[in-house]
């Protein structure tokens, strides 16, 4: 599907059937929505009943590596987020690291009336740097906000992500043993690459069932 948003426009896919919840995906700086992680949460997501919409900001639409600056990430947000608001009662702002800040941001800053947010790694330690970001935004929404860190991810520590989750109205954290930023796990592991992320996904899929429920 199109997204039209200020300038111009993204591709949207969706996956599941409309119901009243949705929930939009956002993918990562590094890949778009066509990338197998994104591909297999939103499939996932779907297969748990649940209507999920992903899509590509306008640098990936555009085949660049580099992330437009903050405005345009969530001027395209923003209208992907409308377009699903079309299709559902409410909308669950999800995103993979920089798509979840990105979304947070979206009902932090500008009060989008999203039912729950979900962040897949919130990316709260910027790369290659030492200072945690602000987190005066999250402390805004008063929606349930679900964390995943995984313990060997150095740019969401689940030290530092329960600090942020306890602090929030409603915040809860899931750390995944042994995952990384992508919730890779060691070969060493008791469990699967595989395995861990089906288990993330059923977890999200329950959590949003029973935490959005007559919200």
């Keep these: 599907m199109k997204i ?3 300038t111009g426009s993204v591709t949207g896919i969706t996956a599941g059937t409309p119901g009243p ?3 939009l995906l956002a993918h990562g700086a590094g890949a778009g929505q066509d990338h197998p992680w994104i591909v297999t949460v939103r499939e996932g997501l779907a297969r748990h009943g649940l209507f999920v919409m992903s899509f590509n900001y306008r640098y990936t639409e555009a085949g660049r590596k580099s992330p437009d600056r903050m405005p345009t990430l969530l001027a395209v947000h923003r ?3 409308d377009a699903l608001a079309k299709e559902c009662d409410r909308v669950v702002l999800a995103g993979k690291s920089m798509g979840g800040r990105v979304g947070s941001h979206l009902a932090g800053d500008e009060s989008w009336p999203a039912a729950a947010l979900v962040y897949f790694g919130y990316p709260l ?4 740097k030492g200072e945690p970001r602000p987190t005066d935004h999250l402390r805004a929404i008063g929606a349930p906000q679900l964390f995943f860190a995984g313990t060997r991810d150095r740019l969401s520590p689940p030290a530092l992500i329960a600090d942020v989750a306890r602090s929030v109205p409603d915040g809860t954290l899931e750390v995944v043993e042994d995952g990384d930023h ?3 796990v060691l ?3 008791a469990t699967t690459s595989e395995a861990t992320l089906d288990a993330i996904i059923d977890t999200t899929a329950t959590w949003l069932t029973t935490r959005t429920q007559g919200s």
């Design 187 to 189: 070969k060493r592991s």
């Design 125 to 128: 330690v910027p790369m290659g």
């Design 21 to 23: 919840v949705g929930v």
């Design 182 to 184: 992508s919730f890779k």
């Design 4 to 6: 039209i948003y200020e």
């Design 79 to 81: 209208a992907a987020a």
